[in-house]
């Protein structure tokens, strides 16, 4: 038992550990350099912890940008799981698990945010009180304080000395809520029963992401936060150390220089992005390869098979492709696995209509018809993929358990019949034994895939 956990579990929780411990590393590494170093004494004394916890969020955000991208990548991890002996089983395994690493780094994202969102507001009301301050006294203290802390020339001079207003009329500020918006948005509509019940909501809402990146983009356009040039270098030229000279008089100490952080988010994000990028175009390319529909077969409990012709178009048993119809919804991709071997001259997919999206492609396919359909009334199909899965290992092993319930035994129906095909053609496979399970929750769902059962069990006992 704990051999089967270290072999299974133990790689997956090593890589999930190593994340979160990268997270808390930077969040400390950021916190103790903004709470230490002299370039940001000024920013400190005005934000005062606030800031700490602002710029630790901040870099965790940052981080796990990079990362939220990758696992929704289908073609970076099946071209990972594709390289066969190279990549060991307990990797493998590990990326069965992509979205939930991916919905594990949205909840950092949000956790990191909302300290941000917090420490910020923070920020802004000291920074409004400040400038009110400022622009009622005069006095040179706090207009040195505050060029360390904001750059003044950004907030105009009829600026409401409100820390909302003060917020929205900067770049971070204005950006920042569109962020929040959306990623709100992005957060509730990929709640599971929104997704289960109202798919097109999750999946148009879920685009929202593109806003979301543009807006973390240019959230430091403007370069709102200053640094202290010359509080750290001895050999500057007019060097300001703010701990001693905070203590003196102003005028006994050369004037603190200060500049524009730079913008950091773009270049966390650029990695993530430009990879994600050759994803999609990979994925548009393959989509507009012509497809071939050679059969349509109504099988019993409302179920259509689709069978298809691709050119250069391979598979592996197991594997599973996203299928659109423009004309039922153009934007909408949906995952079927393949019901066909890698042996057989086709592919095929097995639908089952139980949804809006399903029945109107049953009905443009002509299921539930009295006539015949001819091949050319048929609607156009795309096709992307195909994608690997967990039960492409099956033939690494000697024994084989294969469960599936409901129409989630379509993975089994490749594997079987590329099973035969081996064996009729005495192709040498590890695999010696087959236990497959099927649930369902009625009799009459065992009807569609009884016909081809029958078929390959026959001819395996032959």
Not at 101 to 122: D, L, N, P, R, T
Not at 289 to 297: D, G, L, N, P, S
Not at 336 to 363: C, N
Request: with cysteine; proline share 5%.
């Amino acid at each position: 038992m704990v051999y089967g956990w270290v072999v299974n579990e133990l790689p997956r929780w090593i890589v999930f550990g190593s994340w979160i411990c990268m997270n808390i590393a930077l969040f400390i590494y950021q916190f103790y350099n903004f709470s230490v170093l002299p370039r940001y004494f000024y920013s400190r004394a005005v934000l005062r912890e606030a800031l700490m916890f602002a710029r630790g969020s901040a870099i965790i955000i940052n981080f796990n940008i990079i990362l939220i991208l990758l696992p929704v990548c289908r073609n970076l991890i099946s071209l990972v799981r594709g390289t066969g002996r190279c990549v060991p089983r307990t990797m493998k395994r590990i990326l069965d698990k992509n979205l939930t690493f991916h919905k594990a780094v949205a909840w950092m994202i949000i956790a990191a945010s909302a300290m941000h969102i917090m420490g910020h507001y923070y920020n802004y009301e000291r920074i409004a009180a400040s400038v009110r301050l400022n622009r009622l006294n005069n006095v040179e203290g706090v207009r040195l304080l505050l060029q360390g802390t904001v750059r003044l020339e950004l907030l105009p001079a009829n600026v409401p000395l409100n820390p909302i207003a003060v917020c929205l009329v900067t770049a971070a500020g204005f950006t920042g809520h569109v962020i929040t918006l959306a990623l709100f948005l992005m957060v509730t509509s990929s709640l599971e029963f929104i997704r289960r019940s109202y798919f097109e909501i999750f999946w148009y809402t879920h685009h929202l992401f593109v806003i979301f990146l543009l807006g973390l983009a240019f959230h430091q356009y403007q370069q709102l936060l200053p640094f202290q040039l010359n509080a750290e270098n001895v050999t500057d030229e007019l060097p300001h150390f703010p701990s001693n000279c905070s203590l003196k008089s102003l005028d006994s100490c050369d004037p603190p220089m200060f500049n524009a952080a730079p913008p950091q988010s773009w270049t966390f994000m650029f990695a993530g992005l430009l990879i994600y990028i050759i994803e999609r175009v990979v994925r548009f390319v393959r989509s507009l390869q012509r497809v071939v529909i050679i059969k349509v077969v109504q099988h019993p409990s409302k179920t259509i098979e689709i069978q298809m012709k691709k050119r250069g178009f391979t598979t592996e048993a197991g594997q599973y492709v996203f299928i659109n119809v423009p004309s039922v919804a153009l934007f909408e991709w949906h995952p079927f696995t393949l019901t066909s071997a890698p042996e057989e001259d086709y592919f095929s997919a097995h639908i089952r209509v139980v949804g809006d999206w399903t029945e109107e492609v049953a009905k443009q396919f002509g299921s539930g018809g009295d006539g015949f359909t001819q091949s050319f009334e048929l609607p156009v199909v795309a096709i992307d993929g195909p994608f690997g899965t967990a039960s492409e290992d099956v033939f690494e092993h000697d024994v084989g358990m294969l469960v599936g319930a409901g129409i989630g035994v379509t993975p089994f129906a490749s594997i079987l019949k590329s099973v035969f095909y081996k064996l009729t053609t005495e192709k040498a496979i590890a695999l010696k034994k087959v236990y497959f399970y099927w649930i369902c929750p009625e009799p009459q769902s065992f009807e569609w895939f009884a016909d081809m059962l029958s078929s390959v069990e026959g001819q395996l006992t032959a």
